[in-house]
């Protein structure tokens, strides 16, 4: 099993930053790729970015690329999303989750933290 906590929202004007965590524990040892995905009201679950555990390659949706870091301390067993130059469209709940795989879909995702809120206000 693979515990997630994140950290780090809240509520910050258009053209703002926030950085969120997210702090691993348990069997750190089967993951393969750490992700961020946000979910707006009345929207599906989207991907944001994702970071392979050991190697840090990183991927990003279109949306936030240029714009959003996602990066990983594996001696804190952490990874993190620095989000700037912040858009309100990019107002949602933001979860972290951790996969065996090197995939963006939510379905592929095991582990699940239990998601921080951002909001953009314009």
């Known amino acids: 099993q693979v515990q997630l906590v994140e950290s780090g929202g809240g509520l910050v004007q258009a053209g703002g930053s926030l950085r969120l965590s997210c702090a691993a524990s348990g069997r750190t040892s089967s993951i393969y790729a750490m992700g961020w995905f946000r979910q707006a009201p009345g929207k599906e679950r989207e991907f944001v970015a994702a970071v392979t555990w050991s190697s840090g390659i990183t991927r990003y949706a279109e949306s936030v690329k240029g714009r959003f870091t996602i990066s990983r301390d594996n001696a804190k067993n952490t990874v993190y999303l620095q989000m700037n130059s912040l858009k309100p469209e990019d107002t949602a709940v933001y979860y972290c989750?951790?996969?065996?795989?090197?995939?963006?879909?939510?379905?592929?995702?095991?582990?699940w933290g239990q998601g921080t809120q951002v909001t953009v206000s314009s």
């Open positions: 989750a951790a996969a065996r795989s090197w995939t963006r879909n939510p379905g592929e995702y095991e582990y």
